[in-house]
């Protein structure tokens, strides 16, 4: 190992831990890893500015914007109290429907695009019952990655290996949507267990949210109907994007835009709304992954996976989608995802069937469940959550997110085995 090799290790490694044990906030971890990257001469300035994904960024902020004006009308509020009403106002029950509606809404929006418009209702929820949010907020991440893993377009990792790999809407949808079904299965009855102690709300409170008339919620029933015709546009363009010749954050962005001149927002004001925290931290985490890859740690993964199977179809996709799920865990699967592709590309040359991106798919997806930083609905959710006075430490997140990330790994690699390598 070269100097500088090692060098960039140290920053990466230092700075997971910074994160992992919360010494630092995460997005000054982030920032002065990856600047630290740029001025040890580790990767170029150039380079890591390149590596910044901005679809990703400006995706984030057109929603965050458009969440921001639509939050002013009430529906958020409608909408949580008729979940409530339908799940007869029982805590479970309650964290069972926003489940289901977060993966579903993941599958065929994007994930990042989901908890950005349920984080609000959840919030809303959480503060009637006079319960804290966090199981409901967790429950809703581990969803979102769970759903999102079904359709080409529910997770931005699926996105990059579906161009890569000349992979359909449709070859997701028959692929993965099975796959996702039993495990939003398996999650939501091992909620019960994992979030035990903690679904339990004041009578009082819950008699309350039940007693309110859902109307009531809306405040603005103009910018309600202006909002809803922007947000259904915007949605509709997010399904199109690719006809259209659209990047999402250019879909994302130019609703914002219009709903910001339509409802005559002020700009200062909006944008009090974003989340420049989360922003940044993902600004930092791409300029780290930059330097990763310039030391060539990817390409000493992907000659290990070589070296250690042969090449072997059944050996390899396993392999594969074990280590997309740890790595996923570690480095926010978009990153991951992009840097592993021609590895994949290169693996998959001559083999039989798609197994080895599936695996790739199936483990970026899954692992990004394990730890905070593992998937970009994460960071979105544990921001909203720490502005609430209800922070999601590393620590925290990891003891839930990776006993799951494990159960509904275990039932994929039978999936990945019994669908493609007997």
Do not use: C
Request: charged share 10%; glycine share 10%; aromatic share 8%.
């Amino acid at each position: 190992m070269t100097l500088q090799a090692a060098i960039g290790l140290a920053i990466f490694a230092l700075t997971y831990g910074l994160i992992a044990t919360e010494r630092l906030h995460k997005t000054l971890a982030a920032l002065a890893g990856g600047i630290a990257m740029v001025l040890l001469g580790i990767v170029s300035q150039e380079q890591a500015f390149e590596e910044i994904d901005f679809n990703v960024i400006f995706l984030l902020a057109g929603m965050m914007i458009l969440a921001g004006i639509i939050r002013k009308t009430g529906v958020f509020g409608w909408i949580a109290v008729r979940a409530a009403r339908f799940a007869g106002g029982d805590p479970y029950r309650i964290l069972v429907v926003l489940s289901i509606i977060t993966a579903v809404a993941s599958a065929f929006l994007d994930n990042v695009t989901t908890v950005v418009l349920v984080g609000p209702i959840t919030l809303f929820l959480a503060a009637r019952m006079g319960m804290n949010p966090f199981p409901f907020l967790m429950s809703e991440i581990l969803a979102s990655n769970i759903g999102g893993a079904s359709t080409l377009i529910g997770d931005p990792p699926n996105i990059l290996i579906g161009s890569a790999a000349g992979l359909d809407f449709g070859a997701f949808l028959i692929h993965m949507a099975p796959l996702s079904a039993v495990l939003l299965g398996f999650y939501l009855v091992a909620a019960r267990w994992l979030f035990r102690g903690q679904l339990t709300a004041d009578p009082e409170l819950r008699a309350g949210l039940l007693e309110l008339n859902e109307r009531d919620m809306i405040t603005d029933p103009r910018l309600l109907r202006s909002s809803l015709v922007v947000m259904g546009l915007t949605l509709a363009g997010f399904l199109f994007h690719g006809a259209l010749h659209l990047e999402p954050a250019t879909v994302a962005l130019t609703g914002a835009v219009v709903l910001m001149v339509v409802a005559r927002e002020s700009p200062e004001e909006v944008l009090r709304d974003v989340e420049w925290p989360t922003l940044f931290f993902f600004i930092g985490l791409f300029m780290l992954v930059a330097g990763v890859i310039e030391i060539g740690l990817i390409d000493v993964v992907a000659d290990a996976i070589v070296s250690l199977t042969g090449g072997a179809l059944a050996g390899t996709s396993l392999l594969v989608l074990w280590l997309s799920a740890i790595l996923s865990g570690l480095i926010d699967n978009i990153p991951y995802t992009a840097t592993m592709i021609p590895v994949v590309d290169q693996l998959a040359e001559g083999q039989p069937n798609d197994a080895i991106w599936w695996a790739l798919a199936i483990g970026a997806d899954l692992g990004g469940n394990a730890t905070i930083i593992g998937a970009s609905a994460n960071v979105i959710l544990a921001g909203m959550a720490e502005r609430e006075g209800h922070p999601i430490g590393f620590g925290k997140f990891l003891r839930y997110g990776l006993p799951v990330t494990f159960g509904t790994m275990l039932i994929a690699t039978v999936y990945v085995w019994l669908r493609y390598l007997l």
